[in-house]
């Protein structure tokens, strides 16, 4: 069992920056690919962007280039570092952890919500 905790949500204005946080409860965490998704309102679970093991990004396009997803295996870490903020960005948040070749072995936090307004 793997236990994510998110953080650094909150209430931005458009064009600004957050950086989300997210702490992983395993000694086995460099086994696992990690993923930030976000869920608007009356939407679907979408995801925002993932990192492999190897460190191999990816990017929904419609945050390439604003986005950076980022992972520190030292500390349980990833970080979603997110710039020039829009308003259609506003979404809870979750961190997703799935083990690189066992993919049932799959964990979601309970999530952050960002909010972006003036």
């Known amino acids: 069992q793997v236990q994510l905790v998110e953080s650094g949500g909150g209430l931005v204005q458009p064009g600004g920056s957050l950086r989300l946080s997210c702490a992983a409860s395993?000694?086995?965490?460099?086994?696992?690919?990690m993923g930030w998704y976000r869920q608007a309102p009356e939407n679907q679970r979408q995801l925002v962007a993932s990192i492999t093991t190897y460190g191999s990004t990816s990017y929904a396009d419609s945050v390439r280039g604003r986005f950076t997803i980022s992972r520190d295996n030292a500390k349980n870490m990833v970080y979603l570092q997110m710039n020039s903020l829009k308003a259609e960005d506003t979404a809870v948040y979750y961190c997703n952890a799935r083990h690189y070749i066992a993919p049932g072995l799959d964990y979601w936090g309970q999530g952050t919500q960002v909010t972006v307004s003036s």
């Open positions: 395993t000694s086995i965490f460099s086994r696992y690919d």
